[in-house]
């Protein structure tokens, strides 16, 4: 057996198994209503693209930048380790080493493609709302690139950091390529950080072939898996698969003490909702972000569109907030209480209230704000 063999019988197995569940959800007339909500937006961005493109050429410059930019952060380097690999392939290293190689060939080539892409139909956007901003050549080579540095940076972190460490890092590298990319759109310094970027990709490309990255590959391999059997039964209401997180220290509640006084099973799954979240950093960042990033949209949408925006995120909000709830209540344990005294299906309202009506307020007052201003 070759590693090219190997990676080949993996990518197959791969697929059979993505297949078979996507086979368990999906029906024909499941299908049908998809292609006819797909069908639907199209006609409507199509009939909304004039207005979104007036739209887009209010918003200042820099946040259809960003926009642009964090779109760089969505490269992938896949390689199809399994735990079992280390005694299977004990004596046979230069499968691994073989697989890594074919992984990382295999995942380049789709980050080129989806980076080329995204350059070519980022640069029509551009313009359409400003035109003449971006050179094509220059732009589609940078951001190439830039795609490219940032996967393999990724890599680079991922295996010398983890928990708090990793995610502080990563801020600071976002902040900071973030203002490289803004810098060399407005000076059109072109050449000068198309030349360092791919020197740097060169070089975290090499580094990382010689490094040994197997606990790291296939963990990330595990979660790029799991991630793809969540997407897949997002289209059935009847399964829930949760993400797949690395257990870290937690920020709040190291020690468990009691926050509510109370002991009913209400408020002792009140308590237990809000340590599960508040210890969970993902969960953390996604509530932050949900409220911080409408807040600020707000501020640059037309008046009607912020009313608009608030009903969506009154409703989404709910629903991210129960989809951490049944995670909670889907453990094991819990799950042998359902029904019971300790998790009935009106407590789900009453937990998840300290979470949805302070973040409501806010955004809501946010949008008061706006309102009195707008009319001043």
Do not use: C
């Not at 259809?64 to 760089?72: E, G």
């Amino acid at each position: 057996m070759t590693a090219f063999h190997l990676y080949k019988e993996r990518l197959k197995q791969e697929r059979q198994y993505q297949w078979k569940n996507t086979k368990a959800v999906i029906d024909w007339t499941i299908l049908v209503y998809i292609i006819l909500t797909l069908l639907f937006v199209a006609a409507m961005i199509y009939d909304m693209f004039p207005s979104f493109i007036a739209l887009l050429q209010k918003l200042p410059y820099g946040l259809t930048l960003f926009v642009i930019y964090y779109l760089a952060w969505t490269g992938t380097i896949r390689v199809f380790y399994q735990q079992a690999d280390t005694y299977f392939f004990i004596h046979r290293r230069d499968l691994l080493i073989g697989l890594k190689k074919w992984g990382v060939i295999t995942s380049t080539g789709l980050n080129i493609i989806k980076a080329v892409l995204i350059a070519i139909l980022t640069y029509l956007l551009m313009e359409a709302i400003s035109p003449s901003t971006l050179p094509l050549l220059e732009w589609i080579t940078f951001y190439l690139v830039l795609f490219l540095f940032i996967t393999m940076l990724g890599k680079m972190i991922d295996l010398h950091w983890s928990g708090w460490k990793r995610k502080v890092i990563n801020f600071t590298v976002f902040l900071l390529l973030g203002l490289l990319a803004y810098i060399t759109v407005d000076k059109s310094m072109w050449i000068i950080s198309t030349v360092l970027l791919m020197l740097g990709s060169v070089v975290f490309f090499m580094f990382y072939l010689r490094t040994e990255s197997f606990m790291v590959d296939m963990a990330n391999n595990e979660k790029i898996r799991q991630k793809y059997v969540g997407m897949i039964f997002y289209a059935s209401e009847y399964v829930h698969v949760p993400r797949s997180s690395e257990r870290t220290k937690p920020l709040f509640f190291k020690r468990s003490q009691r926050i509510i006084e109370d002991r009913s099973p209400h408020s002792a799954l009140t308590e237990l909702f809000f340590k599960y979240l508040l210890r969970n950093s993902r969960h953390i960042f996604s509530y932050l972000k949900l409220i911080g990033i409408t807040m600020v949209v707000m501020g640059y949408l037309p008046l009607w569109m912020t009313f608009g925006l608030f009903m969506a995120f009154f409703f989404f909000l709910k629903e991210w907030l129960n989809i951490v709830y049944d995670e909670l209540v889907g453990h094991p344990f819990l799950n042998m209480h359902k029904g019971k005294k300790l998790i009935q299906e009106h407590y789900q309202d009453l937990v998840t209230r300290w979470l949805y009506y302070p973040a409501v307020g806010l955004v809501g007052i946010v949008l008061m704000l706006n309102t009195l201003f707008h009319f001043l």
